[in-house]
């Protein structure tokens, strides 16, 4: 279909009472039989289709999004001040619509690195984590000295090309802090950084006075062998850890680089599925085009891994009807009253509005966001729900509790396993998940023109009837198996990937 023969509007459901601004929308613009726009709506916002009481439920994808907040006119301008939540009963009709996967017969494939444990990977990096905020330094200046020199063109790797880089993996806590959960927490999410099949080895850098103690990590997670670790203070200074630092990595280059990509199958990829800056086309582009890849991916006998729990909040009961049983839908219930009552004991709202930009992309409420949001998992069953950071076993979809935050979302699906991110964004968010390569879909052909440098996939043909739903997720999944095989990703490229690791703080900064 020609971009220019496209309505004005998107229709989603019957049974929605508003439909979605294809562009800026002038007043007097017809957007359905007897309906006129009564004001400018900017892109991806909502105009009421058909009069809509006080406190009546709004609807979009068939799902309640909030309730009005006064009589709405036909040809409104729906958004924050005309919609706000309000609660209603769902029904979690636990697995009433799981059904058999339709496994293909014959699964694609790509070019992967097999660990020797069998593991695949998709880069081959080394890393350093660290214990604590203390040794964070010295680890990036170990990780500096094999950094390439974007202005010369220096490169410390040039003669062992199979290694993608040497990354570290710094944060901002691991003392002042409690023993029980945080610490817990910390550790599980360095372990599933240090197990992860994309690093070939890796350093642990500590300081050695501190509550998150080198020794017992290696203990706790079972590190021992997998796992190089250093203490500032027993090593004798910090130019003493770095010197030794830089003196392993040369050692153990070589082995690194022994490494060759050979035919895999798709079942080893495990993609994390992530979205942020969204706007009110990632529910109708990027997000559903991503969960028909999912579906694909799924089929094909991988995993896919969604998380940020405050953002399927609202929503969780159309992912129980999916659970392939009770008890892993309750788990999914489980997390949400977890999250209610740290809300409550943080002083938190769980169903608070979106953040500015996506209320500025045309989200009104969470549950609108967590709708759009859920569709990049398909619509397959829902196999398991994780802990945050624990390690991913099953194949298929899996949920995994994880703040609504990007950037900690990911480092826990990361340390669950994860060997490739797809990041869904409409406003243009740049980002990377070191070692794991992330692709960025976008939601709108502006955006993707404007940011084409950081965009690796526009899924604004959708809304210009360019391309199905379908076709771009097609398009998704054969950009998955290009990217697991070696095509660098834009962020990638642009080195984007180690300053956004950071671990979930929960409880107190003693």
């Given at each position: 279909m020609d971009a220019v023969t496209q309505p004005p509007v998107i229709r989603l459901h019957p049974e929605?009472?508003?439909?979605?601004?294809?562009?800026?929308?002038?007043?007097?613009?017809?957007?359905?039989?007897?309906?006129?726009?009564?004001?400018?709506?900017?892109?991806?916002?909502?105009?009421?289709?058909?009069p809509i009481a006080k406190g009546e439920a709004i609807r979009r994808y068939g799902q309640i999004i909030g309730f009005a907040t006064r009589d709405l006119p036909p040809g409104e301008w729906v958004h924050v001040e005309e919609c706000v939540m309000g609660d209603f009963s769902k029904d979690y009709a636990w697995g009433v619509d799981a059904s058999p996967t339709a496994y293909v017969p014959e699964p694609a494939t790509f070019q992967g690195i097999r660990r020797p444990d069998g593991r695949v990977a998709t880069r081959n990096y080394l890393g350093i984590v660290t214990s604590v905020n203390c040794s964070a330094h010295v680890a990036e200046l170990i990780a500096m000295a094999f950094r390439r020199n974007p202005l010369t063109g220096d490169d410390p790797l040039a003669a062992w090309p199979n290694v993608d880089g040497v990354v570290a993996l710094t944060h901002k806590t691991g003392c002042g802090m409690?023993?029980?959960?945080?610490?817990?927490?910390?550790?599980?999410?360095?372990?599933?950084?240090?197990?992860?099949?994309?690093?070939s080895h890796v350093i642990g850098?500590?300081?050695?006075?501190?509550?998150?103690?080198i020794g017992d990590m290696l203990r706790e997670q079972k590190l021992s062998g997998r796992l190089r670790s250093m203490d500032i203070q027993e090593m004798g200074g910090a130019r003493k850890t770095v010197a030794a630092g830089i003196d392993f990595v040369r050692e153990v280059l070589a082995e690194s680089n022994a490494v060759m990509r050979e035919t895999v199958p798709a079942s080893a990829l495990c993609v994390?599925?992530?979205?942020?800056?969204?706007?009110?086309?990632?529910?109708?582009?990027?997000?559903?085009?991503?969960?028909v890849a999912s579906d694909i991916l799924v089929r094909h006998g991988g995993t896919v891994i969604l998380s940020e729990t405050p953002e399927t909040y609202g929503a969780e009961h159309l992912l129980t009807r999916r659970a392939v049983s009770r008890e892993v839908g309750e788990k999914l219930v489980g997390l949400m009253r977890w999250w209610e009552a740290y809300c409550e004991r943080e002083g938190a709202e769980m169903n608070a509005n979106p953040s500015p930009g996506n209320k500025a992309g045309g989200l009104t409420t969470i549950l609108e966001k967590s709708l759009g949001a859920m569709?990049?998992?398909?619509?397959?069953?829902?196999?398991?729900?994780?802990?945050?950071?624990?390690?991913?076993?099953?194949?298929?979809?899996?949920?995994?509790?994880?703040?609504?935050?990007?950037?900690?979302?990911?480092?826990?699906?990361?340390?669950?396993?994860?060997?490739?991110v797809c990041f869904t964004t409409g406003r243009g968010s740049v980002f990377g998940a070191k070692p794991a390569p992330s692709l960025k879909l976008a939601t709108n052909s502006a955006m993707y023109a404007r940011m084409e440098e950081d965009m690796d996939v526009n899924c604004g043909t959708i809304l210009t009837g360019e391309e199905t739903v379908e076709q771009v997720g097609e398009r998704i999944f054969r950009t998955m198996l290009r990217v697991a095989s070696g095509e660098l990703t834009k962020s990638e490229a642009f080195d984007f990937g180690a300053a956004e690791f950071a671990p979930w703080v929960i409880g107190a900064t003693m």
């Open positions: 929605d009472g508003v439909v979605i601004a294809r562009i800026a929308i002038p007043p007097g613009t017809s957007v359905a039989p007897g309906v006129t726009t009564l004001r400018r709506v900017p892109p991806g916002h909502k105009i009421a289709v058909r409690t023993a029980g959960e945080p610490l817990e927490l910390l550790r599980r999410t360095l372990g599933g950084y240090a197990r992860h099949a994309n690093f850098i500590g300081l050695g006075c501190e509550v998150n103690q994390a599925l992530q979205c942020g800056g969204s706007d009110g086309y990632s529910g109708i582009t990027a997000n559903p085009a991503l969960g569709a990049k998992a398909g619509s397959t069953n829902l196999v398991e729900v994780v802990r945050y950071a624990e390690p991913v076993t099953a194949k298929g979809f899996v949920f995994m509790d994880t703040p609504g935050y990007d950037p900690v979302a990911a480092t826990g699906q990361v340390a669950g396993g994860a060997n490739l």
